[in-house]
């Protein structure tokens, strides 16, 4: 059953001074593609992207960093409700934190809603999965989804990457899930799969354990914060079949 239309389709990024607004033109595409997915969906017009151009959107957030310290660095939150108002909401981003705990979820999650595949204010999926890392973990740690096939997804915040072994070369590299696993098709991901700074293959729960295990590096990525470092766990209270 369809939530009510009560949400917005979400795009998240970051502006500093030396990139300006990182991936802009991405996050449009990304946002008309989730309003087309969506739209198809309801049975009533919704979700109008007259106003979500790169250009237009671009001059809303030039004209509240005017506003700010230009020599700081934002986050950049645009919103899409389904009556088509487009807002852009610009607020300081504070200092990155050490590497956050990125602990595998207790049980898996299904992964063929749209509101998977599309970024909105409606995240159950991600919420629910929060509410299942025990409340002894840090603020701040995130949850490593994987769906009913033992294959992991993302992050309730960010895509995954893990080190593994190159089965072409030999080497280790890092490889993310594909999109058919079950999760948001990232903007960052899409720039590191497109520059070679990642790869992408299936992972199923047992080689993310290995990784643990052999203590290879795991690694998250979105716009904010970019690629960056997670302490990765696995739950000794983890049932997997």
Request: hydrophobic content about 40%.
């Amino acid at each position: 059953m369809l939530p009510d239309l009560s949400f917005s389709i979400l795009e998240t990024t970051v502006y500093t001074p030396d990139k300006g607004v990182f991936l802009l033109d991405q996050h449009i595409m990304r946002m008309r593609e989730s309003a087309r997915q969506l739209s198809e969906l309801y049975t009533v017009p919704c979700f109008s992207c007259a106003d979500v151009e790169s250009d237009h959107v671009r001059d809303i957030i030039a004209a509240q960093i005017d506003h700010c310290d230009s020599h700081h660095t934002y986050r950049v939150r645009m919103l899409l409700s389904h009556t088509g108002q487009l807002s852009v909401q610009v607020t300081p981003e504070p200092p990155a934190s050490n590497d956050p705990i990125l602990v595998l979820d207790c049980q898996p999650t299904r992964t063929d809603s749209v509101f998977v595949r599309c970024k909105t204010t409606h995240r159950l999926v991600y919420t629910d999965a929060v509410l299942r890392i025990p409340e002894h973990y840090a603020q701040g740690t995130q949850v490593l989804l994987y769906n009913e096939q033992g294959m992991i997804t993302e992050g309730n915040i960010a895509n995954v990457a893990v080190s593994m072994p190159d089965t072409l070369t030999g080497q280790m590299a890092l490889f993310t899930p594909p999109v058919s696993a079950g999760l948001l098709p990232g903007t960052m991901r899409q720039h590191l799969l497109d520059t070679g700074q990642i790869k992408e293959a299936p992972i199923s729960v047992d080689q993310f354990k290995l990784a643990v295990h052999n203590r290879w590096p795991v690694m998250c990525m979105n716009s904010v914060r970019g690629l960056y470092a997670v302490s990765p766990v696995v739950r000794e209270d983890i049932a997997i079949n």
